[in-house]
């Protein structure tokens, strides 16, 4: 495994960025499955079921919690970074096609339980919604988006294993907490649409989703998992991805 994949500084960097605001990573030889190391059998890996596009707000792409940023994008509706700074289990990997080859996950982002201080604690402890996330900022393909791999966990006491259907719950939770409603996961299709505001320290966030299919596939092939994830017959993951356009819809009298 390499370093872990660097934030983009700036969306001036970005170039070519196609309308959807994302590269496939399968175009150039990446993958929508994450790397988790020591799976049996060997090779399983994670859903990178949700996408940040890099057409969003160049603010919402900058991986910080100042000035409207990524990570007070996700305080915004209950997510926090781990507990105490501390991270906690392995790392996993990802190759987004951009050029930087695999690369660790930047960062894992837990469910807060409300409390933005102490609450991902909470989470490490008790389970819970949390996604690791990667950015595609690379030479061959500089979407500047954000990559992320959502799920819900079992508790500590069980390992954090995925709770039954966890990768389709656990990506249509975090959708239903920045919408306010309900997402109906057996009802989806590639046609489906959402939208919602969420708020954190004087910042609105206006997001928009489409659920998108041909991403990944519907399918235990290849899940982490897989054995206990997929219910009622049904495969481990859906094969759609929520994919995410971010503004922000007001600041603070006082930022610039």
Same mark, same amino acid.
């Given at each position: 495994? $390499? =370093?872990?994949?660097?934030?983009?500084?700036?969306?001036s960097k970005r170039s070519n960025v196609p309308p959807e605001g994302y590269f496939n990573p399968a175009d150039k030889g990446g993958s929508m499955l994450t790397k988790v190391p020591g799976t049996f059998p060997a090779g399983l890996g994670e859903p990178l079921n949700a996408i940040i596009t +890099?057409?969003?707000?160049e603010d919402v792409l900058k991986d910080t919690e100042t000035d409207g940023g990524l990570r007070n994008y996700f305080l915004s509706f209950g997510y926090s970074s781990e507990c /105490? %700074?501390?991270? /906690?289990? #392995?790392?996993?990997?990802?190759?987004?096609?951009?050029?930087?080859?695999?690369l660790n996950e930047t960062a894992v982002i837990r469910w807060n *339980?409300? #409390?933005?201080?102490?609450?991902?604690?909470? &989470?490490? @402890?008790?389970? +819970?919604?949390?996604?690791r996330y990667w950015v595609q900022n +690379?030479? &061959?393909?500089?979407?500047?988006?954000?990559?992320?791999?959502?799920? *819900? &966990?079992?508790?500590? &006491?069980?390992? =954090?294993?995925?709770?039954?259907? %966890? *990768? $389709?719950?656990?990506?249509d939770w975090m959708i239903g907490n920045i919408t306010s409603q309900p997402i109906p996961t057996d009802q989806l299709t590639n046609t489906s649409t959402y939208s919602g505001q969420t708020s954190f320290n004087g910042y609105t966030y206006q997001t928009d989703i489409k659920y998108?299919?041909?991403?990944?596939?519907?399918?235990? #092939? +290849?899940?982490?998992? *897989?054995?206990? @994830? %997929? @219910?009622? %017959?049904k495969p481990a993951i859906d094969g759609l991805v929520a994919v995410m356009q971010v503004k922000i819809a007001s600041r603070p009298a006082s930022s610039s």
């Open positions: 495994m $390499n =370093h872990r994949r660097l934030p983009p500084s700036s969306l +890099g057409n969003s707000d /105490l %700074g501390q991270h /906690l289990g #392995d790392d996993q990997a990802a190759d987004l096609g951009d050029g930087h080859g695999t *339980y409300g #409390d933005p201080q102490l609450g991902s604690c909470q &989470e490490t @402890v008790k389970g +819970g919604g949390h996604f +690379g030479p &061959e393909a500089n979407s500047g988006a954000i990559f992320l791999a959502v799920s *819900y &966990e079992m508790p500590l &006491e069980k390992h =954090h294993d995925i709770v039954p259907n %966890g *990768y $389709n719950l656990g990506r998108v299919s041909g991403l990944l596939s519907n399918s235990s #092939d +290849g899940i982490n998992h *897989y054995l206990t @994830v %997929g @219910v009622d %017959g």
